[in-house]
T-cell receptor, first 118, second 114 residues
Framework: AQKITQTQPGMFVQEKEAVTLDCTYD???????LFWYKQPSSGEMIFLIY??????QNATEGRYSLNFQKARKSANLVISASQLGDSAMYFC???????????????FGKGTHLIIQP | DVKVTQSSRYLVKRTGEKVFLECVQD?????MFWYRQDPGLGLRLIYF???????EKGDIPEGYSVSREKKERFSLILESASTNQTSMYLC?????????????FGAGSRLTVL
């Protein structure tokens, strides 16, 4: 079963508008972390924002905020005042502890391709 | 800032060739990962390592092996490359002592197998 679901394969948004990228997740863990990464056409994955499952307040980083709704298992990324440079792939990811190892890898969604139009 | 360097940005190999993808980090991070990225599938974990000489299978290890002889270096090996291994390969490192356990990625290696 898919653990991270991003239902929007692609989005077109006018410059300066706010954007919401959807992400729902599935886990039975009580302790987990949710991440958003941006991947521009250059290919490098850029970390944007993190939300821990016990954090009571929504995370914010500059123009990025994470709308965390725990009961709905939802972790949407909100970008305020979008810019042309925001055009990229965006991936939602979740941290779970892999059994038998000491590393916490991330499980990624399939991504949303965001295009900002002038 | 942590720097994660993948030695080859673009590679073209033939079916059956042995392929080495190298990843080097310049921080003392314990955890390193190899993902592959395909359109419409997102990133999928191939292997990871939490210490020198330690390795764990991820979700799609078939056809791959890894090597971690030194803490800073994590290599992905395709023993006999096949066309279905044409993909973007991303290496990542993680500081297991930081609260968020953020992954820091390299720029990626785009492999084409003919």
């Amino acid at each position: 079963a898919q653990k991270i679901t991003q239902t929007q394969p692609g989005m077109f948004v006018q410059e300066k508008e706010a954007v919401t990228l959807d992400c729902t997740y599935d886990t039975s863990d009580q302790s987990y972390g949710l991440f958003w990464y941006k991947q521009p056409s250059s290919g490098e994955m850029i970390f944007l924002i993190y939300q821990g499952s016990y954090d009571e307040q929504n995370a914010t980083e500059g123009r990025y905020s994470l709308n965390f709704q725990k009961a709905r298992k939802s972790a949407n990324l909100v970008i305020s005042a979008s810019q042309l440079g925001d055009s990229a792939m965006y991936f939602c990811a979740m941290r779970e502890l892999y059994s038998g190892g000491g590393a916490d890898g991330l499980t990624f969604g399939k991504g949303t391709h965001l295009i900002i139009q002038p | 800032d942590v720097k994660v360097t993948q030695s080859s940005r673009y590679l073209v190999k033939r079916t059956g060739e042995k392929v080495f993808l190298e990843c080097v980090q310049d921080m003392d991070h314990e955890n390193m990962f190899w993902y592959r990225q395909d359109p419409g599938l997102g990133l999928r974990l191939i292997y990871f390592s939490y210490d020198v000489k330690m390795k764990e299978k991820g979700d799609i290890p078939e056809g791959y092996s890894v090597s971690r002889e030194k803490k800073e270096r994590f290599s992905l090996i395709l023993e006999s490359a096949s066309t279905n291994q044409t993909s973007m390969y991303l290496c990542a490192t993680q500081d297991s002592y930081s609260g968020a356990n953020v992954l820091t990625f390299g720029a990626g290696s785009r492999l084409t197998v003919l």
